[in-house]
């Protein structure tokens, strides 16, 4: 197998593409596609548009979750013989949210070069909009589509201080938030973002609460849509009543022993105190 050391090696190139609106795209990012021998792709269609879009026409070969693992030796055998290989997703930064980690790290194994060319993420897009604190952030991606896998995650994110980025399909965007309201609180201030960098891009900022009141009315069930919230400040300290109240409510969806370490880690109590709450 050839490796980098090879002078005839071909490169992986991770480029990111527009997540709506064409006229982001690098003029890096064009002259790798226009260049690259062959193009990977999480949706073949899109980056086909996308190739038209610019006046390039390469070889296109699918990538997506389901085939990553089986096209890999193929994608290695191009490298192999000095064709470099862009990777695309549907939008924004491969790997974020989206299938290429595999590949990547199947090339790196080999010992091929990996290029970032980076550009366009929805979640620096967010970000950078929201009017949250942007110096210490966490990227959740999407929360688990079940209901009772979504609510025990979001339990566990309630105690993060940093602003929180989340990822949300249009069909969940109500339960979601609703979850959102119940768990972090009314009050937690928050950005809902839809449809970024496209012709009805809209940011709508406010608590929680007021933005689940707005779902289906100002803001449309429509587009694609990231949640930035902020992150939890230092509560005050709360009494025993309070504790066990917390613990009641997150008992009635936890296993208690989670409910107990969840409590703690909420409170600054240390579990033994907790536990012992729930004795008495």
């Known amino acids: 197998m050839a490796n980098a050391s090879t002078k005839s090696a071909g490169t992986l190139y991770i480029v990111a593409t527009p997540i709506g609106n064409v006229g982001d795209l690098g003029a890096r990012a064009r002259d ?19 190739l038209a879009r610019i006046g390039a026409e390469r070889p296109i070969v699918s990538l997506y979750e389901h ?46 070069p990996v290029v970032s060319i980076p550009g366009p993420s929805a979640v620096t897009a967010a970000l950078s909009v929201a009017g949250l604190p942007t110096d210490r952030f966490a990227f959740e991606g999407f929360l688990p589509r079940r209901a009772a896998a979504r609510r025990e995650r979001l339990h566990e994110l309630a105690v993060e201080s940093r602003t929180l980025v989340i990822f ?6 109500e339960a979601t938030l609703g979850d959102l309201v119940e768990i972090f609180g009314a009050a937690r201030n ?19 609460a007021e933005l689940r009141g707005q779902l289906g009315g100002s803001i449309p069930l429509l587009g694609e849509f990231v949640i930035v919230v ?11 009543t309070e504790v066990l109240r917390l613990y009641e409510l997150l008992v009635a969806e936890l296993p208690p022993a989670r409910a107990v370490a ?18 008495a």
């Open 32 to 50: 790798v596609l226009q260049a690259a021998a062959v193009v990977a792709a999480e949706d073949t269609r899109r980056a086909r548009q996308l």
């Open 67 to 112: 085939n990553e693992t089986a096209q890999i030796a193929r994608l290695l055998g191009e490298l192999g013989q000095g064709r470099s290989i862009a990777l695309v997703s549907d939008a924004g930064t491969p790997l974020i949210s989206d299938p290429g980690l595999k590949l990547v790290q199947a090339v790196v194994a080999a010992e091929f």
């Open 168 to 173: 949300e399909a249009v069909h969940r965007i």
């Open 190 to 208: 928050a950005a809902l973002c839809r449809e970024l960098t496209k012709v009805h891009e809209q940011v709508v900022r406010g608590s929680l």
């Open 230 to 240: 902020e992150g939890r400040t230092a509560p005050a300290a709360l009494g025993d």
């Open 262 to 279: 969840l409590c703690a880690k909420i409170t600054g109590c240390s579990r033994n105190a907790v536990y012992a709450l729930t004795r």
